[in-house]
C-alpha cells in the first residue's frame, strides 16, 4: 500500500508543529497538506522550515479544500467549532479523520458521529498509549471496588495556554471510572467546590484542575477508601507521544470501514 498521505490542520500550534515534524520521522506517512486560518502569518511558507527541518515543498495554507483533494487522512488537533465543520467536508471528500480537540459539546459530538457514517473517525481525548491504558485500569478499578467502600477524584495540570476545563483526558478518565461503576458521567461528577459545600456525597466522581508554566500533561486518578489510597498517575512530558499516536491511528483507521472509534479500538484495549 502506498505511504498514507496527511493534511495537518493548525499547522503552526505546538501539536501542528510536533506533527509535522513527527510524520517526517515516520515511515508509511507522508505530509500531504498544512492547513491554518485564513490570514494566519505562517500562510505561504514551507512546513518544514516552519518547523526547523529540510524543506517539504508542502506550503502551508489556508485552502482547506484543495489539501484534502489527494488526501488519504486528515490528523485535527483544533477547536469544537473547527473539528465540527472538518468532520463534514472530511466526510464529504472520503478522508479518515483523526480528532484530538478537546472541550466539544454534546452538539459537536453527535455531528462528529453523523459524519463518521460516511469515512471512519478516530475521536479521543487523549491519542497516547500511556492514558489509554491507564482509562482500562481505572475502569477496572472502579468496578472492583465499587461507590461506597472508595471515593474517586481526577486531578490533572496542563500548561498556562490551555483553554479548557476539564482537560479531556481528565474527562476521559472519568467516563472510565464511570463506566466501571455502571453510571453516567454527567450526573456523578462534581467539577466545582467552593464554600460550604457540606460533606461529600457518597458515588461522586470528582474533578480538579491546576493550570500553570509549561506542564504538558499530568493526570491522576484517586481512590480513596477507608484506611487506604490507591492513585494511578500519568505525565506526558513530550507532547511526541499524542503525535505519534494520532498517526499510528491514522495508519489504523485507513483499513477500517466507516465509523466512529476511539483510541481503545486502535490499540485494541
Known sequence: MDAMKLVVLGASGRMGRMLISTIAATPGVVLQGAVERPGAADCGRDAGELVGT???????????????????????????????????????????????????????????????????????????????????????????????????????????????????????????????????????????????TGARTPGTIGFATLRGGSVVGDHSVILAGEGETIEFTHRASDRSIFARGALRAALWARAQPPGLYSMRDVLGL
Request: aromatic fraction near 2%; hydrophobic fraction near 50%.
Open 54 to 196: 529540510a524543506r517539504t515543498g508542502v506550503i502551508v495554507t489556508d485552502d482547506l479544500g484543495s489539501a484534502l483533494q489527494s488526501a488519504h487522512g486528515v490528523i485535527d488537533f483544533t477547536a469544537p467549532a473547527t473539528s465540527r465543520s472538518v468532520a463534514e467536508r472530511a466526510a464529504a471528500a472520503g478522508v479518515v479523520h483523526i480528532i484530538g480537540t478537546t472541550g466539544l459539546s454534546a452538539d459537536d459530538r453527535a455531528a462528529i458521529a453523523a459524519a463518521a457514517r460516511a469515512v471512519p473517525i478516530v475521536q479521543s481525548g487523549n491519542m497516547s498509549l500511556g492514558v489509554n491504558l491507564l482509562a482500562v485500569l481505572v475502569e477496572k478499578a472502579a468496578a472492583a471496588l465499587g461507590p461506597d467502600a472508595f471515593d474517586i477524584e481526577i486531578l490533572e495540570m496542563h500548561h498556562r495556554h490551555k483553554v479548557d476545563a476539564p482537560s479531556g483526558t481528565a474527562l476521559l478518565l472519568g467516563e472510565a471510572a464511570a463506566t466501571g461503576r455502571g453510571v453516567e458521567l454527567d450526573g456523578a461528577s462534581v467539577r466545582v467546590r467552593d464554600g460550604h
